[in-house]
């Protein structure tokens, strides 16, 4: 509930495990913990470096794709 703190705990996991395999469901879930935040410029970096890591065609690619489609729908 507190995506500051969210951040905090993502970032640090990036640091220790930098070669997990969750590393781009973190990057996902940063994305989400911006966008809470109303940080749009942040959450589509996150979602374009999933992207970028693991393809359209992925679980977590099609999720991040759905979110920015959501960033084009707004007004």
Known sequence: N???EAL???QKLLEE???SAS???VHLKMGFAYEDMED????EAMYRLVLQ???SQS???Q???QRLHTFSDEP
Do not use: F
């Open 17 to 19: 495990y930098p070669q």
């Open 40 to 43: 749009r410029s942040n959450a």
């Open 8 to 10: 905090v705990y993502y």
């Open 53 to 55: 890591e693991h393809g």
């Open 2 to 4: 507190d995506p500051d």
């Open 23 to 25: 590393k781009g469901l």
């Open 59 to 61: 679980r977590l690619g």
């Open 63 to 65: 999720l991040a794709t």
